[in-house]
């Protein structure tokens, strides 16, 4: 089955950029979407097609794919975003839905 | 307010059977496909199931199929979850997510709060 690879953790300072890839075969090929999770709540989608934001997501939130990884880049990073982070996609092959393991985003 | 919202969750016993619901609130369900994705405790997200409008489509992941059912019953506005032999891997708490649009059906921008299972002797 279709596997989607991230890193457990990525940290940044307040107001540096974080970047959490997302590997994949083929992963040009399909569209990626993006989703932030903070402790007790649901995920959010933040990013849909590999490079929309869906209405209320900060301009901060972008979504970028080459060759086999996408990649979440958030700008001028906050406290309050500090959350797990996880990629996902359709694999068309199979009809499935398929996450990433998730990145856990920290903000020292 | 547009929602979804779970319920049906509890304490089972390894083995036995279980149905969650997932009503759809402020809106119509009918046009829209509907997944369930689980989480284990301190784990990632899992994709469980999927139901298109009208039913006509139906997907499970591989660690459920043969087990676990899902359905819709729109007069109801609501989608459900029937899951049977139970075992303590599929402790979670399970929500239903989907669309708010009818032309894609491939990423979720509405979740409910989820809803708690749990298998235990």
């Known amino acids: 089955s279709y596997v989607l690879t991230q890193p457990p953790s990525v940290a940044v300072a307040p107001g540096q950029t974080a970047r959490i890839p997302c590997g994949g075969n083929?992963?040009?090929?399909?569209?990626v979407h993006w989703y932030q999770q903070k402790p007790g709540q649901a995920p959010v989608l933040v990013v849909y097609?590999?490079?929309d934001r869906p209405s209320g997501i900060p301009e901060r939130f972008s979504g970028s794919k080459s060759g086999n990884t996408a990649t979440l880049t958030i700008t001028r990073v906050e406290a309050g975003d500090e959350a797990d982070y996880y990629c996902?996609?359709?694999?068309?092959?199979?009809?499935?839905?398929?996450f990433g393991g998730g990145t856990k985003l920290t903000v020292l | 307010e547009v929602q979804l919202v779970e319920s049906g969750g509890g304490l089972v016993k390894p083995g036995a059977s279980l149905r969650l619901s997932c009503a759809a609130s402020?809106?119509?369900?009918?046009?829209?496909?509907v997944n369930w994705v689980r989480q284990a405790p301190g784990k990632g997200l899992e994709w469980v199931s999927y139901?298109?409008?009208?039913?006509?489509?139906?997907y499970y992941s591989d660690s459920v199929t043969g087990r676990f059912t899902i359905s819709r019953d729109d007069a109801k506005n609501s989608v459900y979850l029937q899951m049977n032999s139970l075992g303590a891997e599929d402790t979670a708490i399970y929500f239903c997510?989907?669309?708010?649009?009818?032309?894609?059906?491939?990423?979720?921008?509405?979740w409910g709060r989820g809803a708690l299972v749990t298998v235990s002797s």
């Open positions: 997510a989907g669309p708010t649009s009818t032309t894609t059906s491939r990423y979720f921008d509405l």
């Open positions: 402020g809106f119509t369900l009918t046009p829209y496909s």
């Open positions: 139901i298109s409008s009208g039913g006509h489509f139906i």
């Open positions: 083929n992963i040009g090929n399909t569209g």
């Open positions: 097609d590999n490079s």
């Open positions: 996902q996609v359709w694999d068309r092959n199979i009809d499935h839905v398929v």
